[in-house]
């Protein structure tokens, strides 16, 4: 299984053009498409949300992950395996959090490059055949040198900001293993608790622990992004109580 994880946004051809290259060298595979709107530009608050998806996944899938703004630069390209799954992508922190939080983690940097490739799109021209070739049981030895340590490593803690905003407006943090007795404030606003929103009353704000561990903050039958003007990056305030 290839699980595609990208800030490419689904008006453009950029996805397409990953899958079309993903069918050529790695036809029998499974693509998954995971999310494809990952904060634009932000490998934090991608790498955050890479690490809540990655568990929920089989072992031996490879995440082609990509939100690379630094793309044409010097910056290195790297493979990884941790707790059983493959990822491929920049070496630019958006992996860095998944591995740091497993102790069985193994790094490589790709040295090799296509005979043709985009100064500007090495998602399709690089990460997707390093992919292919991991997913079809074909581990590219010849293309990767070992490392012991990515070039940008983030914090591996949680992360007490807004990471992600869905289409509903739920503001999704980077907080995990939050207990209902904690006490929750984003934009000058306190968040009651609830376990999910059926609980609340229509319009009401509150926090949750969403289906990945996270900390979310949302209002029922309506958007916490608009309600309260978040953002990502907001700071949230978790105050944990025994």
Do not use: C
Not at 165 to 194: C, E, L
């Amino acid at each position: 299984m290839i699980v595609l994880f990208t800030d490419f946004g689904v008006r453009d051809p950029y996805v397409g053009q990953v899958k079309a290259r993903l069918a050529e060298h790695a036809p029998v595979q499974q693509v998954v498409d995971l999310l494809h709107e990952v904060p634009d530009f932000n490998p934090h608050a991608g790498a955050h949300l890479l690490a809540a998806f990655a568990a929920s996944f089989p072992p031996g899938s490879v995440f082609l992950a990509v939100v690379d703004p630094g793309v044409g630069t010097p910056r290195d390209a790297v493979a990884m395996l941790a707790d059983g799954r493959w990822f491929v992508g920049p070496d630019n922190g958006l992996l860095s959090i998944v591995g740091t939080r497993h102790a069985d983690t193994r790094r490589w940097r790709i040295t090799w490059q296509p005979e043709r490739m985009s100064a500007t799109f090495h998602g399709r021209d690089l990460f997707a055949l390093i992919a292919a070739d991991i997913a079809r049981g074909e581990f590219p030895s010849d293309k990767l040198s070992p490392i012991d340590a990515l070039n940008v490593e983030f914090d591996a803690g949680d992360l007490p900001r807004v990471i992600y905003i869905d289409h509903f407006g739920n503001a999704w943090t980077g907080v995990r293993g939050v207990q209902p007795s904690a006490r929750v404030s984003a934009a000058g606003q306190m968040f009651k608790h609830s376990e999910s929103f059926g609980f609340v009353g229509k319009g009401e704000g509150f926090w949750f622990v969403n289906s990945v561990g996270l900390l979310e903050l949302a209002v029922n039958r309506g958007s916490a992004a608009t309600t309260f003007g978040l953002k990502v990056g907001d700071p949230v305030q978790v105050q944990r109580l025994n």
